[in-house]
């Protein structure tokens, strides 16, 4: 968490202090061979190099959705603090307008966004 998007540290937008860990990204996409492990993608003004709509990010995404499926990702607001980082509202939006850019189906979208975490915690 937020969503092995490795950038150190986690202060987002364009600092110029912060970098991504390409070697972490990797570790993180290897663990996708254990059915037990998710992925909480949240908090992405805090791991984009960029502003909104952190389009450096969709790259991530589509790794991601490649390793581990929608079924097996959770998207997170890091609420209270998406708040002062434009919104819960906009922290959806974002993912929503991803969708065309990296082939994410309606039904990918509802699980990522809500289904997968409904599921998995049920179970728990």
């Avoid at 790259?59 to 390793?67: A, E, M, Q, S, V």
């Avoid at 002062?84 to 974002?94: D, E, K, M, P, R």
């Amino acid at each position: 968490d937020p969503g092995g998007f490795s950038r150190h540290p986690a202060t987002g937008g364009t600092d110029p202090s912060t970098s991504v860990s390409d070697e972490a990204w990797k570790e993180l996409l290897s663990l996708s061979k254990y059915p037990q492990v998710y992925v909480k993608m949240s908090a992405l003004f805090r791991v984009s190099g960029e502003e909104e709509p952190y389009n450096d990010l969709k790259p991530r995404l589509d790794d991601l959705l490649k390793h581990f499926g929608s079924n097996r990702l959770m998207w997170g607001s890091d609420y209270p603090f998406a708040i002062v980082n434009g919104g819960y509202c906009a922290s959806v939006q974002t993912l929503r307008s991803w969708q065309d850019s990296v082939g994410l189906s309606d039904k990918d979208f509802d699980q990522i966004a809500g289904k997968t975490a409904a599921e998995l915690f049920v179970r728990s």
